[in-house]
């Protein structure tokens, strides 16, 4: 097939409008993937801020184990088991950096003790509670730390960032161990930028 030089010059004009769009569509891809680029923050994990990143027992406790509890509440009183309570919020400061007393806790009193993180944002909402619900010893703080003996009975109820003394001791009574002056001195030895381990 011949074309002349006047059927030639149609053609290309009946494509130069698709080329252009083709190139104008291609620039605006380029441009909205750009400012997508900047416009994007990168996610940082703080533990000294109040934003939310994920569970704070996996990702600066270093300790999914604790999440959720391995027994209810309900099932410990049942098993006359003693019980740790701490109510936290994924997206405080205060709650992230306890995070790693609660996973030290575990760490020691794991097996005898049920160690149950609570998010107050899982606890319903109810104007009362029975003891045998979390929502019972929550008092509206976070975080909070509640212990209970094997009876049942508060023995500890402390709010903010307790010091782990404090909640060793109070467990060293519920289990009738020896005093810390009079036990082994723990100490701290530091493996990563969040967690720490005790070691004799």
Known sequence: ????????????????????????????????????????????????????????????????????????????????????????????????????????????????????PISIDSLPFKSDYTPQEPGYYYEGAVPQTVILDEEGKVVFNGTGQVKYEAIDDTLREVFNLLPRSESEELKLRTFNEFNSELVN
Not at 75 to 100: A, N
């Open 1 to 116: 097939m011949v074309f002349t030089a006047l059927e030639l010059k149609k053609i290309h004009n009946n494509n130069r409008p698709k080329q252009w769009l083709r190139l104008l569509s291609l620039a605006l891809l380029l441009f909205f993937t750009s400012l997508t680029w900047l416009w994007s923050a990168p996610a940082w994990a703080g533990i000294n801020d109040d934003t939310y990143e994920g569970n704070i027992y996996i990702l600066y406790a270093g300790n999914g184990s604790l999440v959720p509890p391995r027994l209810s509440l309900a099932e410990s009183l049942k098993r006359e088991m003693p019980t740790v309570l701490v109510y936290y919020v994924d997206d405080s400061q205060d709650c992230k950096q306890f995070s790693i007393v609660v996973s030290r806790i575990q760490e020691f009193y794991g097996r005898a003790a049920n160690i149950m």
